[in-house]
């Protein structure tokens, strides 16, 4: 697929209304960023692990244990609207 079919087919797939000054500004870019990516794929990387991130993540977790917490007349104590013990919010979904 070209260049030009890619700016096209994403530009529609995004809902992108292009002019053909930007769809041709763009396949320029796109043509640098491809061209980039094959001059990576020359690069010896034998012996270099995959990695996800750059430093090492870990989870840290801690026991899932009670404590002490405010009840729910506290929680609530500022809250604009209640009922029930419960906040109430305006309605979101329709």
Do not use: C
Request: net charge negative; hydrophobic share 45%.
């Amino acid at each position: 697929m070209s260049a030009e079919l890619d700016v096209k087919y994403t530009a529609q797939l995004a809902r992108l209304n292009l002019s053909e000054a930007e769809a041709l500004k763009f396949q320029s870019q796109l043509s640098q960023v491809l061209s980039y990516v094959e001059k990576l794929k020359t690069v010896d990387v034998t012996g270099v692990e995959p990695t996800a991130h750059t430093s090492p993540v870990f989870n840290v977790f801690r026991a899932d244990e009670p404590r002490p917490w405010f009840n729910s007349e506290t929680a609530l104590a500022n809250a604009p609207r209640q009922a029930n013990h419960l906040f109430v919010v305006p309605k979101v979904i329709e």
